[in-house]
């Protein structure tokens, strides 16, 4: 069982930066995939980054290729999310997820444990 606590949120104009946090309790979070999803309004939920449980593999959705990279310290349990050059259409809740496995997966389904989710806006 893994809990996950997202943080970082906010608004920002198109062009900035913001940096999420994901604070995970549990023992299995070191050996867990983690992945960052998001759900904009009236859209379904959207895969946008993950990485193993090693931090050595990650996969980033071709929308935010280049402008995102997801990181993470077992050591303090949590997981980031660096977006830079945000643009409206990145508007939406972010959650981060965790998988049962440590490999990463770009499938919302592929996600077992959810957090509440934080809001990003981007004003243009």
């Known amino acids: 069982q893994v809990q996950l606590v997202e943080s970082g949120g906010g608004l920002v104009q198109a062009g900035g930066s913001l940096r999420l946090s994901c604070a995970a309790s549990g023992r299995t979070f070191s050996s867990a995939a983690m992945g960052w999803l998001r759900q904009a309004p009236g859209k379904e939920h959207e895969f946008v980054a993950a990485?193993?449980?090693?931090?050595?593999?990650?996969d980033y959705a071709d929308s935010v290729k280049g402008r995102v990279t997801i990181s993470r310290d077992n050591a303090k349990n949590t997981v980031y999310l660096q977006m830079n050059s945000l643009k409206p259409e990145d508007t939406a809740v972010y959650y981060c997820?965790?998988?049962?496995?440590?490999?990463?997966?770009?499938?919302?389904?592929?996600?077992?444990?959810w957090g509440r989710g934080t809001q990003v806006t981007v004003s243009s």
């Open positions: 990485i193993n449980w090693s931090g050595s593999s990650t």
């Open positions: 997820a965790a998988r049962s496995y440590g490999s990463t997966s770009s499938y919302v389904q592929a996600y077992d444990y």
